[in-house]
């Protein structure tokens, strides 16, 4: 069956490293892979979609990688601020379905501590 | 761009009452339209999506439905809510060209 793992439930980090969250996925072929944010209570918003031929992706402190023969990928944050406290969710495009559906991994919740 | 206004932000059912949670789109059109639900500490988990007026697919068999009634509204609805029906629904869009979702800000059901 179809599966996708997000290393963790809990990261904390002191502020100023790297933190570095992993999405591991089974059973899929995804055409990209996707990044979001959720704050507590509040919907997750989009941050960073990196295509199955493209091997990292880069966004201000925000970078992304994707290996398809690992079958994963890795989101880091450097730099880490109090204000990256947030849980980080990946999300894959599952490949049937004409509504480019996308399946959630259930998330890592990093604290950064002052 | 592309936002979603959802309402209400809480609600309170007793077991057995009707659900409806609306959700409207503005700043695209033809968008895809999703309802998904997340149970505490828990991953989003997709219940209907939406592809055009009328058009509804359901992931999940369940006591809840969903309609489409306009281009870029969403609803969700229950006949007699359960207690398992309690969580934090989202509702989602995405547009023809940029492939994020827009999230709604969520209602958060508690079913007593």
């Known amino acids: 069956s179809q599966k996708i793992e997000q290393n963790s439930e809990a990261l904390n980090i002191q502020e100023g490293k790297t933190a570095t969250l992993t999405c591991n996925y089974t059973n899929y072929s995804p055409a990209y892979l996707q990044w979001y944010r959720q704050d507590p209570g509040r919907g997750p918003v989009f941050l960073l979609l990196i295509r199955e031929n493209e091997k990292e992706k880069r966004k201000e402190r925000l970078k992304v990688t994707f290996d398809t023969t690992l079958k994963q990928s890795l989101f880091h944050i450097t730099a880490s601020q109090p204000a990256d406290s947030a849980t980080y969710l990946c999300?894959?495009?599952?490949?049937?379905?004409?509504?480019?559906?996308?399946?959630f991994g259930s998330g890592t919740q990093l604290t950064v501590l002052p | 761009s592309q936002t979603i206004h959802q309402w209400p932000a809480t609600l309170v059912q007793p077991v057995g009452s009707p659900l409806s949670l609306e959700c409207t789109v503005e700043g695209t059109s033809n968008p895809n339209l999703y309802w998904y639900r997340q149970a505490a500490g828990r991953g989003l988990q997709l219940l209907f999506y939406?592809?055009?007026?009328?058009?509804i697919s359901s992931e999940v068999p369940q006591n809840l439905s969903a309609s489409r009634p306009q281009d870029r509204q969403f609803i969700l609805s229950s006949k007699k809510l359960l207690l398992s029906d309690s969580g934090f629904y989202l509702c989602?869009?995405?547009?023809?060209?940029?492939?994020?979702?827009?999230f709604g800000s969520g209602t958060r059901l508690t079913v007593v």
């Open positions: 939406s592809v055009g007026i009328g058009q």
């Open positions: 999300a894959l495009r599952i490949s049937s379905g004409s509504a480019r559906q996308l399946t």
């Open positions: 989602a869009c995405q547009g023809q060209s940029f492939y994020g979702y827009t």
